[in-house]
């Protein structure tokens, strides 16, 4: 067995241009590999009708990539320490690129699906190993920017999927929304490799941890797949989502039991006994939760409700990501002299109040009324991501770097499944309710109701058209204020999450301390 990672001396860090090249290949390694979760999403109606298959059968292309994905990210510091990150990250980036190519040139649906489940086992690992990349090979003084560029690319790139899908898919055809990550991966594994493969991590061969593996790969895949599957299944109505949520909770309870107890477990659980770790990865699940559920419904309301385009709706979505490009690197240049529980809670106050503020909106809401609380929301977005990253990490080896961005990662990428789930379904049922609500006052009876139906009879029309009329007029008001509800819900976690930050303890300002001088 190799020398402990501990009883290596550290690497002497980067500078210049090679740290500039690194930080470009990487930055562009994980933009892609984060761009794919959401690009996909636009292009579902013209993938499904060039496949032959129903769109419902069409989102198995999104499904597949997320599972996979999700079942690969806990180890990724298991397979870090096996291999060498740096060997690691290159061969999933390589896996990831070969799988883009066989999902452009898919010809069928099966063919596709496979394609997007060794996708996204390629990207498993990817955004981990990434950060562990960087952080190792930066300066000390400089990690602070290093997790910040970082965080941007993850962070912005799920924002830009569905544009970037939407143009490539109306302008092109849908197989390019895979092939525009050939280039950029093979760029990003040249230079990664050239630069680090020198500088590899030590390799520590364990026993392969089997039974945890089964048990993650059971659990976590059936917990993915009822989450992707449940809302268009009618839940727990369903036989299926019954059978897989007890599947899951069995496989995961005892997950967690074996893992605790395992001399070489395969996911590092004993680093939730570590209290930062706990409070940051705690903190960015649940905000995950709340933003990404303001994420999906938003889009949903503009293109289903208002009748926005997909293209209009991402351009509207879009405005989130600007101030969260600017601020990123200002954060991090500073990291060490904030408050960083401070800036959180700041981050959650902007969530809060851009939350509560989409809550007011009207169906009749311009695109201009619509944009500006999306463009503040982004200030809050490095204040939120950047600081957590810092705060779960502080404290831990460079070693541990691996395993503990990737638990956090899968525990943020659970969270968003969650939240897509919950809040879809709450909209929904929201929705209904509030339609049922406003029907009892659209009557015979009802003076209003009456007058426009009569109004309408006057200049010719049917009076069953007018009635037409007015329940899609009740619908759009219900399905309005069922968004609305949902954005109020996400107001009330944002503000819950507050006092959780600041059961963190400082200090935060050794991430990976022994990485670099």
């Given at each position: ?355 509560y503020w989409f809550a007011s ?126 954005f109020l819900l996400c107001t ?26």
């Amino acid at each position: 067995m190799a020398a402990s990672p501990e009883q290596r001396p550290p690497l002497p860090p980067l500078h210049g241009a090679p740290l500039a090249l690194l930080t470009v290949a990487i930055a562009f390694a994980t933009f892609m590999e984060v761009l794919d979760i959401t690009i996909v999403n636009v292009s579902v109606p013209h993938i499904a009708g060039s496949l032959g298959v129903s769109p419902q059968e069409g989102t198995w292309a999104i499904s597949s990539y997320s599972l996979a994905s999700a079942i690969m990210q806990p180890i990724s510091g298991w397979i870090g320490r096996q291999f060498g990150e740096v060997r690691a990250f290159c061969v999933s980036a390589l896996l990831f690129v070969l799988c883009s190519t066989l999902c452009g040139m898919a010809t069928s649906m099966p063919m596709l699906v496979v394609g997007r489940l060794l996708q996204g086992a390629g990207s498993g690992p990817m955004v981990a190993l990434s950060l562990s990349l960087l952080l190792n090979n930066y300066p000390i003084d400089k990690k602070g920017l290093a997790l910040a560029l970082w965080a941007m690319t993850v962070v912005v790139a799920p924002i830009f999927g569905p544009i970037l899908g939407g143009y490539l898919t109306d302008n092109y055809s849908w197989p390019w929304i895979f092939y525009i990550n050939v280039p950029v991966g093979l760029l990003a594994i040249v230079i990664t490799w050239s630069l680090l493969h020198k500088r590899e991590s030590v390799i520590v061969k364990t026993p392969v941890d089997t039974v945890g593996l089964v048990l993650l790969v059971l659990g976590v895949g059936c917990l993915q797949f009822m989450l992707d599957n449940g809302n268009d299944k009618d839940w727990f109505s369903s036989q299926l989502i019954v059978v897989l949520a007890i599947i899951a909770v069995v496989c995961l309870t005892f997950f967690i039991a074996w893992e605790l107890m395992e001399e070489h477990p395969i996911v590092d659980l004993s680093l939730f006994r570590k209290r930062n770790f706990l409070v940051g990865v705690a903190a960015m699940s649940f905000g995950m939760f709340g933003f990404f559920g303001i994420n999906v419904v938003y889009p949903l309301w503009l293109q289903t409700v208002l009748g926005y385009t997909a293209s209009w709706a991402g351009l509207a979505t879009a405005p989130v990501g600007i101030l969260a490009f600017l601020v990123s690197p200002i954060i991090g240049r500073n990291i060490q002299k904030l408050e960083l529980r401070s800036v959180v809670t700041f981050a959650f106050i902007v969530f809060a109040v851009t939350s509560y503020w989409f809550a007011s909106f009207p169906d009749n809401a311009s695109f201009d009324q619509l944009i500006w609380p999306r463009f503040i929301m982004g200030i809050g977005i490095p204040c939120f991501f950047i600081p957590l990253n810092q705060v779960f990490l502080s404290g831990l080896e460079p070693h541990q770097i691996g395993s503990a961005s990737g638990l956090a990662n899968f525990c943020r990428t659970i969270a968003a499944s969650i939240s897509t789930a919950v809040s879809v379904t709450l909209w929904q049922h929201r929705g209904e309710y509030h339609h049922a609500v406003l029907a009892e006052h659209v009557n015979g009876a009802s003076a209003a109701a009456t007058g426009f139906v009569d109004g309408l009879s006057a200049l010719g029309g049917p009076a069953e058209r007018a009635w037409s009329i007015i329940d899609s007029i009740v619908t759009r008001q219900a399905f309005t204020l069922a968004v609305n509800d949902v954005f109020l819900l996400c107001t009330a976690l944002f503000l819950a999450m507050i006092p959780v930050v600041w059961f963190a303890k400082p200090p935060f300002g050794n991430v990976a301390a022994g990485a670099g001088h």
